[in-house]
C-alpha cells in the first residue's frame, strides 16, 4: 500500500518554543491531507484538513493561531505547534487521501513539551 | 451527530480461536467505514475499507468486516487469530468529505 511518512517520530521541546511536524506521502499525491491528535490510550480526534495550495480547515475547539498547518505541495503538509506547553503534549499523526479515495496513515510523532 | 461506537474497550481471545469487534455507527446516510489496527507508539494500519456495493468486506491479514444497515453496524471478524493481531483496533466512519470520526478503540489481547 501507499506510504505517508511523518517526521519526526520523537521531538522533546521546551515550554514556549515552536516545533514543527512533517508529514510526506512518498508514493502518491495527496490533495487532501489531515491532522489527528491521540492521547494516551484514547482515540483519535481530527483537529484539521489541509487542502494543498488553500488554507487549513480547524475543527471546533483547535486553535489555528497555535497549530499552524501547511500544504505546500501534493507531497507535503506540516503542522506547527507554536508556543508550546505541557498541555500539547500529546501523539500527532496525519493522513492522506490518494486517487482512489483510500486514507493511508502516518508513524505518528510523539511530542512531549518540558 | 455523526458518530461511531465500539462497544468493547478490551476482548481477550485466545490463540487460535475467533475474532469479533463490534461498531456501531450513527450517520444520516449510509457512511464510508474503516477499520484500522494500531500497535503500541505506531501508526495506523488500514485493515479494509467499505464504501457501497457488497456488504462483505475481505481485508488484510485474514480480516473481514459485514455491513448491516438494519443494525448500523460494520463489525470486523477473523477465523482464527494468530499472537500477532494483538493490538488496537479503531472503526472510524465519514462522509464523502473524509473526515473521520473513530471510535474508542477495542484492544485485543491474545493468550497463548
Known amino acids: 500500500g501507499a506510504v505517508v511518512s511523518q517526521h519526526p517520530s520523537w521531538v522533546i521541546c521546551k515550554s514556549g518554543t515552536s516545533v514543527k511536524i512533517e508529514c510526506r506521502s512518498l508514493d502518491f499525491q495527496a490533495t487532501t491531507m489531515f491532522w489527528y491528535r491521540q492521547f494516551p490510550k484514547q482515540s483519535l480526534m481530527l483537529m484539521a484538513t489541509s487542502n494543498e495550495g488553500s488554507k487549513a480547515t480547524y475543527e471546533q475547539g483547535v486553535e489555528k493561531d497555535k497549530f499552524l498547518i501547511n500544504h505546500a505541495s501534493l507531497t507535503l503538509s506540516t503542522l506547527t505547534v507554536t508556543s508550546a506547553h505541557p498541555e500539547d503534549s500529546s501523539f500527532y499523526i496525519c493522513?492522506?487521501?490518494?486517487?482512489?479515495?483510500?486514507?493511508?496513515f502516518g508513524e505518528g510523532s510523539w511530542l512531549t513539551v518540558v | 451527530a455523526q458518530s461511531v461506537t465500539q462497544p468493547d474497550i478490551h476482548i481477550t481471545v485466545s490463540e487460535g480461536a475467533s475474532l469479533e469487534l463490534r461498531c456501531n455507527y450513527s450517520y444520516g446516510a449510509t457512511p464510508y467505514l474503516f477499520w484500522y489496527v494500531q500497535s503500541p507508539g505506531q501508526g495506523l494500519q488500514l485493515l479494509l475499507k467499505y464504501f457501497s456495493g457488497d456488504t462483505l468486506v475481505q481485508g488484510i491479514k485474514g480480516f473481514e468486516a459485514e455491513f448491516k444497515r438494519s443494525q448500523s453496524s460494520f463489525n470486523l471478524r477473523k477465523p482464527s487469530v494468530h499472537w500477532s493481531d494483538a493490538a488496537e483496533y479503531f472503526c472510524a466512519g465519514s462522509t464523502n468529505d473524509y473526515k473521520l470520526s473513530f471510535g474508542a478503540g477495542t484492544t485485543v489481547t491474545v493468550r497463548a
Open positions: 493522513s492522506g487521501r490518494d486517487r482512489d479515495t483510500t486514507i493511508y
